[in-house]
C-alpha cells in the first residue's frame, strides 16, 4: 500500500503531482535542490497549446491539458495565473507561408480550434500593432490557447497540498536512492535527511537524468537553453501570444511583456565559473523586433533577462507513468510541462496510488523503444 510518496522537484510537475496525490489522500513529502519554481518552471514562455504537435497521442494528451488548466481556474476562486486569450501567428516569406498553412490544416483535421484572420481582423484583437508589420491576410489564430504565469501556479498547488498535510523541503537536493529488490526504499538527501519512501516521483526537469541515474536508470535528454526578455511596465495593449515573423511575445504581469525568438536562444553563453550571459546584441535585436510591431514598446527599457533549461527527453516527448523494472518509481518530465503539468500530473499522481491510466499514458513510458534508441 502506497502511504508515503516522494516527489522530487517543485516545480510546475512536482507541484501539480504532489497536489495531486495530497487530493487522494497520500502523504508526501515534495524536495527541491532549491526554492519552488526557481528552475526551469520560473523561466519558461508557458505557452498554453497544442498547436502542431505530434503524434496524435501527444495532441490529445495536449488539448485534454488544455481543459485541465481550464477547470482549474475555474474552480479555484482568484485562480487568475491562466489566461486564454488566444495565439496569433503569421510568416514572412513563401516557405513559412506553407508551413503554417499545413500546420493549421492538420489542427482542424484534428478538430482543434482555428481560423485565418485578415490584417483588420487582426487589429481588431491586438489594436496597438503597426498594421505595416502585419500581411494582408494569413494571419493564423488559435482562440483556445494562452499562457499561464507559473510561479502564481506553483504557489497555488504547493500551498494547497501543504494545508492538506504534506511536506515541502526547499534547498536541500537529493543525493542518493537506496534500492533493494526492485524497490526504491528511501531518499537521502544532500542534508543528511533520510526519507522512506513507498514511491518516488521524478519531476526534476533538467536534473531528471541525474536523478534517474540514482536509481540506476538511463534517460536520455537533450536540453536546450531558453531566453527570455522582460521589459519594463509599459502602457501598451497585448491581450494575447503573439508569434510574429522576428519576435514572439506574451502579457508578463504588472504591464511587462515577455519577449523571445528562438534564435537568441542559442546566444547564451556559459563561463568558466559557470555565469550564464547572453549577447547583448542578441537583446536588442529581440528588443527592436518588439518595437518594430507595437511601437509603444519604445517607452519601455529591458528589466531583465531570464536563462532556464528546458528538459526534452530524448525523441522530444513527454515521459510519464511508472517504471517497469522499478514499478514504484514514476517519471513526470517533458517539454511543454506548462501546457501538461497539471492534467498529466494528476494522470502520474492517480497510477503511482494504484488508478488504471495506461489508455492516456501509454504512448509516454519510460520503456518506449523510441527513447531507448536516443
Known amino acids: 500500500m502506497v502511504e508515503h510518496v516522494v516527489v522530487i522537484g517543485a516545480g510546475v510537475y512536482g507541484a501539480a503531482v504532489t497536489a495531486a496525490l495530497t487530493r487522494r489522500g497520500a502523504r508526501v513529502t515534495v524536495v527541491d535542490a532549491g526554492a519552488p519554481a526557481a528552475g526551469s518552471s520560473g523561466a519558461t514562455f508557458s505557452w498554453i497549446n497544442s498547436c502542431g504537435k505530434q503524434p496524435r497521442s501527444y495532441h490529445d494528451l495536449s488539448v485534454a491539458s488544455m481543459a485541465a488548466h481550464r477547470k482549474l481556474a475555474t474552480d479555484v476562486p482568484h485562480g487568475d495565473w491562466y489566461h486564454e486569450g ?39 484583437l491586438e489594436p496597438d500593432m503597426d498594421p505595416a508589420e502585419l500581411p494582408a491576410g494569413e494571419i493564423a ?17 504547493l500551498s494547497s497540498a501543504v494545508v492538506g498535510g504534506s511536506e515541502l523541503v526547499a534547498n536541500d537536493a537529493v543525493n542518493g536512492l537506496e534500492v533493494t529488490a526492485g524497490t526504491v526504499r528511501a531518499v537521502r538527501l544532500a542534508s543528511g535527511r533520510r526519507l522512506l519512501a513507498d514511491a518516488v516521483v521524478n519531476c526534476a526537469g533538467p536534473q531528471a537524468a541525474g536523478v534517474a541515474a540514482l536509481a540506476g536508470l538511463v534517460l536520455p535528454m537533450r536540453n536546450t537553453r ?14 494575447r501570444v503573439i508569434h510574429a515573423p522576428h519576435v514572439h511575445l506574451r502579457p508578463d504581469g504588472g504591464g511587462r511583456l515577455l519577449l523571445h525568438t528562438h534564435e537568441i536562444d542559442g546566444t547564451a553563453h556559459v563561463s568558466g565559473t559557470g555565469e550564464i550571459s547572453v549577447d547583448p546584441s542578441a537583446v536588442d535585436k529581440v528588443v527592436e523586433a518588439g518595437r518594430a510591431l507595437y511601437p509603444g514598446l519604445r517607452a519601455s527599457t529591458v528589466e531583465a533577462v531570464r536563462v532556464g533549461q528546458r528538459p526534452i527527453p530524448g525523441d522530444g516527448l513527454p515521459v510519464l507513468g511508472r517504471v517497469v523494472a522499478l514499478p514504484n518509481f514514476h517519471f513526470a518530465v517533458s517539454h511543454s ?19 488504471d491510466h495506461d489508455d492516456a499514458l501509454a504512448a509516454f513510458r519510460f520503456e518506449r523503444p523510441a527513447l531507448a534508441a536516443r
Open 86 to 124: 488566444g495565439n496569433l501567428e503569421w510568416a514572412a516569406d513563401d516557405a513559412g507561408r506553407e508551413e503554417l498553412r499545413k500546420k493549421v490544416a492538420g489542427v482542424l483535421d484534428y478538430g482543434y480550434e482555428a481560423r485565418w484572420l485578415s490584417r483588420a481582423e487582426a487589429l481588431g
Open 141 to 157: 489564430y488559435f482562440p483556445r490557447e494562452g499562457w499561464i504565469e507559473p510561479v502564481r501556479l506553483i504557489a497555488h498547488l
Open 226 to 239: 531558453g531566453v527570455l526578455v522582460s521589459s519594463s511596465p509599459v502602457a501598451v495593449s497585448v491581450s
Open 337 to 355: 510541462g506548462a501546457t501538461l503539468s497539471v492534467h498529466a500530473g494528476d494522470l502520474v499522481a492517480g497510477e503511482v496510488l494504484g488508478e
